[in-house]
């Protein structure tokens, strides 16, 4: 019976987006719009969306802020007690991908340190 408890509170990519549609009104849009016009989750495509919005907040008025205070929160939890798949696209179209955007100097600092760990050196 543990097992099964320990299993039930692995996150997986679902769950992830249902949390991070908690944290931003705007992801919960892009989710919606997602789906329809994908008839599913397609984890790596989402995680564009999410990684989009979080650079949107970078460089927002600080309201924002507290939006991706609590997204980035979402991803270091998932990171903790994610499924290999979820963690893996955590790591590479979230964490690897914004070292590409012109925004990743100012959201570098605010990773904790599961993310933070994942960023090349």
């Known amino acids: ?17 249902g949390r991070l549609c908690v944290d931003s009104v705007d992801l919960c849009a892009a989710h ?9 989750l397609i984890p790596h495509a989402f ?3 999410v990684l989009a919005r979080a650079g949107a907040c970078v460089v927002a008025v600080p309201c924002q802020r507290a939006e ?3 997204i980035l929160a979402t991803l270091e939890s998932a990171m903790a007690g994610g499924d290999h798949e979820t ?23 605010m990773l904790g ?9």
């Open 113 to 121: 340190p599961r993310l933070g760990a994942l960023v090349r050196a």
């Open 47 to 49: 995680m564009g969306e």
């Open 32 to 40: 919606a719009r997602h789906v329809a016009k994908h008839g599913n």
């Open 68 to 70: 991706l205070a609590g």
């Open 1 to 17: 019976m543990m097992n099964l408890r320990a299993r039930d509170r692995i996150v997986g990519n679902a769950a992830l987006a």
């Open 87 to 109: 963690c893996s696209v955590i790591g590479i179209s979230f964490v690897l991908d914004a070292q590409g955007e012109p925004f990743f100097a100012a959201l570098r600092p």
